[in-house]
């Protein structure tokens, strides 16, 4: 009796698919039959600011020669990530939270984080280095996406 293993195609594995067929933007696909729920939206919204958190305030300081980006501008920045983790954290615990209008504020917020982002990535652009706007674009376009579900789960 012979094994048979095989490995998975590009096509199995989420290759070769637009960027809407890849697991990690297929939970927040308005065409799937059911779109999550404003509960799920808050972690999603919460984990996302963890890591925005994380990465800002200890990654991107601990590089910041790398990044460019000055170090209070970081702080500042990884500060207010860290409300909305607070705020999405509580929108996912406290049920009486998990309202369209509660959602809306933070995809409101979410919209302008972005611009700010991308006001101080203008601001700086003499001292951000390309790795920098890479990051920050990077962060604004998954940002963006949130939000733009958000809004219309929230209806």
Same mark, same amino acid.
């Given at each position: 009796?012979? !094994?048979?293993?095989?490995?998975?195609?590009?096509?199995?594995?989420?290759?070769?698919?637009?960027?809407?067929?890849?697991?990690?933007?297929?939970?927040?696909?308005?065409?799937?039959? $059911?779109?999550?729920?404003? #509960?799920?939206?808050?972690?999603?919204?919460?984990?996302?600011?963890?890591?925005?958190?994380?990465? !800002?305030?200890?990654?991107?300081?601990?590089?910041?020669?790398?990044?460019?980006?000055?170090?209070?501008?970081?702080?500042?920045?990884?500060?207010?990530?860290? *409300?909305? @983790?607070?705020?999405?954290?509580?929108?996912?615990?406290?049920?009486?939270?998990? #309202?369209? $209008?509660?959602?809306?504020?933070? @995809?409101? @917020?979410?919209?302008?984080? *972005?611009?700010?982002?991308?006001?101080?990535?203008?601001?700086?652009?003499?001292?951000?280095?390309?790795?920098?706007? $890479?990051?920050?674009?990077?962060?604004?376009?998954?940002?963006?996406?949130?939000?733009?579900?958000?809004? #219309?789960? $929230?209806?």
């Amino acid at each position: 009796m012979g !094994l048979n293993c095989r490995l998975p195609t590009d096509v199995e594995i989420g290759r070769n698919q637009p960027i809407g067929m890849l697991p990690l933007f297929r939970i927040l696909e308005e065409q799937s039959p $059911a779109m999550p729920s404003i #509960k799920r939206f808050f972690l999603i919204d919460c984990l996302g600011a963890v890591t925005s958190t994380f990465l !800002l305030g200890f990654v991107l300081v601990r590089f910041q020669s790398f990044f460019g980006m000055p170090t209070g501008t970081l702080y500042v920045l990884a500060g207010i990530a860290a *409300c909305f @983790a607070v705020y999405s954290g509580m929108g996912y615990l406290i049920t009486g939270l998990q #309202k369209p $209008a509660f959602l809306r504020t933070i @995809a409101v @917020a979410n919209v302008l984080y *972005c611009l700010l982002t991308l006001s101080l990535v203008y601001v700086y652009r003499e001292v951000i280095t390309a790795w920098g706007i $890479a990051y920050f674009v990077g962060e604004v376009v998954i940002v963006v996406l949130l939000a733009t579900r958000e809004w #219309k789960r $929230a209806g």
